[in-house]
């Protein structure tokens, strides 16, 4: 079956007609992709600059579930890990953040006749606000220093969310565990 089904293709291959669809096939994606890549020319340094808080937070929720691992280590295996599930959530937010600003990119030059950006640079101000914010819970989250109780005050502690044991329970399972030596934290 598989044989037959490369004789056929070698078959068709060497047929002109065939060869010159699968060219003009080509052509056209390439066409559709640079006139695309040349539309979106205007919001790629914006969408690098989303895409870096993206991977800036990110890196700093590994962190932050790496640190809540260390203080208490019999609560979940996979805290800090590479998850499948967290990295189609940062893929999917990454095509709609490109969609976003694509979208806004349009409504500027078309219905604004913007040469500024202004749409697109307002959603990208946003952005990276959420993902600034976002970054700021992670490194605060499961920690005693002062600032980190100081940005408490304001934003969310994600320790719960993570476990699902409160910061306070976490820090009575470690003086059981070591009263003796002092947190690093």
């Known amino acids: ?29 390439f066409s559709v992709l640079v006139a695309l890549a040349v539309y979106t020319e205007d919001v790629f340094p ?23 691992r260390r203080i208490n280590p019999n609560h979940d295996k996979n805290l800090g890990k590479f998850r499948s599930d967290k990295f ?18 349009a409504a500027d030059k078309l219905i604004f006749h913007g040469e500024e950006n202004l749409f697109p640079r307002f959603i990208t101000g946003l952005f990276v606000g959420w993902q600034a914010w976002s970054f700021l819970e992670n490194i605060s989250s499961g920690r005693d ?3 980190a109780k100081l940005l408490q005050r304001i934003m969310v502690d994600k320790a719960e969310r993570y476990t699902g044991i409160s910061f306070e329970e976490f820090r009575k399972l470690t ?3 070591d009263s003796s030596e002092p947190s690093p934290y």
């Open 145 to 147: 220093a002062p600032w």
């Open 88 to 105: 189609k959530d940062t893929i999917s937010t990454v095509l709609y953040l490109m969609l976003a600003l694509t979208l806004s990119g």
């Open 175 to 177: 003086k059981k565990d």
């Open 46 to 68: 914006l969408f690098l600059l989303c895409v870096g808080f993206i991977l800036l937070d990110t890196a700093s929720a590994c962190q932050m579930q790496r640190r809540l």
């Open 1 to 29: 079956m598989f044989t037959t089904i490369l004789s056929y293709l070698s078959s068709v291959k060497s047929d002109p007609l065939f060869q010159s669809f699968v060219d003009r096939c080509c052509q056209a994606l």
